[in-house]
Each structure stands twice: as structure tokens, then as C-alpha cells.
């Protein structure tokens, strides 16, 4: 655990250092005076569109997990999604993000089957951005260095799906990294096969959502850049915002800091938007979705706790 928290100190002090150095050289006054000019109006637009991607969110892992736990609510998943996002912010390593399993198991849904769910979802939100970053990047790179981005892309995906779907990839996760804990993620193949054979339509959907979840953080982020006097249209936010988010999984900094918001002003610079506008615009999606999933988060958890502390005192000694 020692190590864990020392990385993620090293990783949010990277993350602030590539941070602080962007707005030094964008100019702290004028950052200042921007964020000054933030018409607050607008948070009665972002916080209930935010409610709402998280909303789909959660509307999203219960078709995923339908078959599985069929009395698991969407209520319930929007609060498992708050809560592990806030962890990703504030917990060390990859805890936060991987505690959604943990939740998948208070639903009933075995350690394999979660796990395999999990990787589901992860892999169509990060398929639907794969596909807006290559329309992206088209423009930036020659068509030759497209096909060598298209083929190096292709390629990783296919030794994902080698890894998965085939019995001699799960064989070697599960002799060679697995090992000992294999017997706990039984089920994880076989819900694969499942979703491939007789679930493509919860597939789809899942799909689907990613999608309109991406647009709605799409229209955020063009009222932002609208509050700081930049007029863009929807689709090339969505395109750009894509490519930056891809940026930003580098595994440099805590959540992207720092390198999301310096991708984001090169991307949108090469498109004529002044570094000052595409900084301010990101920096208040950092500070507004932070206070937002935190604050949120924390509520949440806090409700969820009184509500099993009355059910544990109601039973009496």
C-alpha cells in the first residue's frame, strides 16, 4: 500500500507540475481573469446534464447486467458509478476505478462475471473513442501515418480478443498471471461467449449510450468554451474532445491532469482557438466535475451507510 500511495503522489504531482507549467506559459493573469469571467448561470445547465450522463451510466450497466442480477436498479448503479469515480480521483493506484467490480459483487454477480462485464463496457466506451480519434487524427497526419495508426490499433485489438475469446489466451491469463486466484474469476469466459452469442442487443446499447454520453459531455464543454467567448460547433468538440481524452490515459498523472488539459490546448490551437480559452474551458471542467462527482459521491455513500446502519438496528441485539 506504501507504494501504491508513493506512486500516486509521484503521478499527482507530475500532473500538477504539467499543469502549472501550461498555465505559466499561457499566462496566470490571463487564466485568472478568464476563470473570473465564468458566467455561473451555467452550472444550471452542466450539473443536471452531468446528472443525467450519469444517469444513462447507470442505465447502461443494467442492461449489461440484466441476466445477471435482475433486481439490481439503475438508481443503484448511478450511485456505484458517482462513488467510483470519486475513488479514481482520490484513491491510489487503480482501486477507484476496478471498485466497480467490487460493487458488481454487492449485486449477487460472481467475481468472474463482473470482471467480464466490466472489461465490456470499458472496451465499447474506449471502441466509440477509438473510432472518433481515427476521424480526428485524419485531418493531422498524412494518409500513410493513418494506416500505420489504423494498423497498430487493429492489431492491439486483436491480441485483446486473442486474450479473451480464445481458450488458449484465457489459458495463458489464467496459468500464468492468474495463477492461484484463477478459481475466483470462474465465469468471466464463459460471460463473454455469452454477450457475443445471445446478448449483442445489450451489447449494442451499451454501445449506444457510450455514445450519447460522449455527445452530452460534448455540450458541456461547448458552453464552456461558449462562456469564455468561443463559438464551436458540437461535433468538432466531440471529435477533438475524443482524441484528448485518449491523450490522456497515459498512465502519467492522476486522471489525466495536466496532460489532458495540454493535449487539449494543442488539439483545439491547431483549429485557431486561443490557449487561453481552451485552457479555461478545461480547467473549469476539472474543478466543476471534481467538486460535482466528490460532493455527490460522498452523499451518496453517506446515505448508503445510515440506510445499512438503521437495517443492522432494527434486528435488535
Keep these: 500500500m506504501v507504494n501504491k500511495t508513493a506512486f500516486f503522489a509521484i503521478k499527482l504531482i507530475i500532473g500538477v507540475s504539467i499543469l502549472a507549467a501550461l498555465l505559466s506559459f499561457i499566462g496566470w493573469g490571463t487564466i485568472t481573469e478568464n476563470l473570473k469571467a465564468f458566467d455561473i448561470r451555467s452550472l444550471l445547465f452542466i450539473i443536471p446534464v452531468s446528472l443525467f450522463i450519469d444517469a444513462i451510466s447507470g442505465l447502461s450497466?443494467?442492461?449489461?447486467?440484466?441476466?445477471?442480477?435482475?433486481?439490481?436498479?439503475?438508481?443503484?448503479?448511478?450511485?456505484?458509478t458517482l462513488i467510483t469515480q470519486a475513488l479514481s480521483?482520490?484513491?491510489?493506484?487503480?482501486?477507484?476505478?476496478?471498485?466497480?467490480?467490487?460493487?458488481?459483487?454487492?449485486?449477487?454477480?460472481?467475481?468472474?462475471?463482473?470482471?467480464?462485464?466490466f472489461l465490456l463496457d470499458k472496451g465499447m466506451n474506449l471502441g466509440?473513442?477509438?473510432?472518433?480519434?481515427?476521424?480526428?487524427?485524419?485531418?493531422?497526419?498524412?494518409?500513410?501515418?493513418?494506416l500505420k495508426i489504423f494498423g497498430l490499433l487493429a492489431a492491439g485489438g486483436i491480441i485483446v480478443l486473442f486474450f479473451f475469446f480464445s481458450?488458449?489466451?484465457?489459458?495463458?491469463?489464467?496459468?500464468?498471471?492468474?495463477k492461484k486466484y484463477s478459481a475466483n474469476?470462474?465465469?468471466?469466459?464463459?460471460t463473454l461467449r455469452s454477450f457475443l452469442r445471445g446478448q449483442k442487443d445489450a451489447l449494442a446499447l451499451d454501445f449506444l449510450l457510450t455514445a450519447v454520453r460522449w455527445i452530452l459531455s460534448a455540450f458541456i464543454l461547448q458552453r464552456l468554451f461558449s462562456s469564455f467567448g468561443a463559438a464551436l460547433p458540437m461535433a468538432t468538440i466531440l471529435i477533438t474532445n475524443s482524441?484528448?481524452?485518449?491523450?490522456?490515459?497515459?498512465?502519467?498523472?492522476?486522471?489525466?491532469?495536466?496532460?489532458?488539459?495540454?493535449?487539449?490546448?494543442?488539439?483545439?490551437?491547431?483549429?485557431?482557438?486561443p490557449t487561453a480559452v481552451t485552457a479555461s474551458a478545461y480547467i473549469s471542467y476539472l474543478i466543476?466535475?471534481?467538486?460535482?462527482?466528490?460532493?455527490?459521491?460522498?452523499?451518496?455513500?453517506?446515505?448508503?451507510?445510515?440506510?445499512?446502519?438503521?437495517?443492522?438496528?432494527?434486528?435488535?441485539p
Excluded at 433486481?71 to 456505484?80: A, D, L, Q
Excluded at 480521483?89 to 449485486?107: A, C, D, H, N, Q
Excluded at 481458450?167 to 492468474?178: A, E, I, P, S, V
Design 185 to 190: 474469476f470462474q465465469g468471466f469466459g464463459n
Design 128 to 146: 466509440f473513442l477509438c473510432i472518433l480519434g481515427l476521424m480526428g487524427l485524419l485531418p493531422f497526419v498524412g494518409s500513410r501515418d493513418f
Design 61 to 80: 450497466l443494467k442492461i449489461m447486467t440484466a441476466k445477471v442480477a435482475p433486481k439490481s436498479t439503475i438508481f443503484g448503479f448511478f450511485r456505484y
Design 243 to 273: 482524441i484528448v481524452f485518449l491523450v490522456s490515459l497515459v498512465p502519467l498523472t492522476i486522471q489525466g491532469i495536466g496532460v489532458r488539459e495540454t493535449a487539449a490546448v494543442v488539439l483545439f490551437g491547431f483549429q485557431g482557438v
Design 89 to 117: 480521483i482520490t484513491v491510489p493506484g487503480r482501486i477507484g476505478e476496478l471498485s466497480m467490480v467490487y460493487f458488481y459483487t454487492k449485486e449477487k454477480i460472481p467475481l468472474g462475471k463482473g470482471t467480464a462485464i
Design 288 to 316: 466543476i466535475m471534481t467538486i460535482y462527482t466528490v460532493g455527490l459521491a460522498t452523499v451518496l455513500a453517506k446515505g448508503s451507510l445510515f440506510k445499512n446502519a438503521d437495517k443492522n438496528n432494527s434486528h435488535g
Design 167 to 178: 481458450t488458449k489466451g484465457r489459458d495463458f491469463l489464467k496459468n500464468r498471471l492468474l
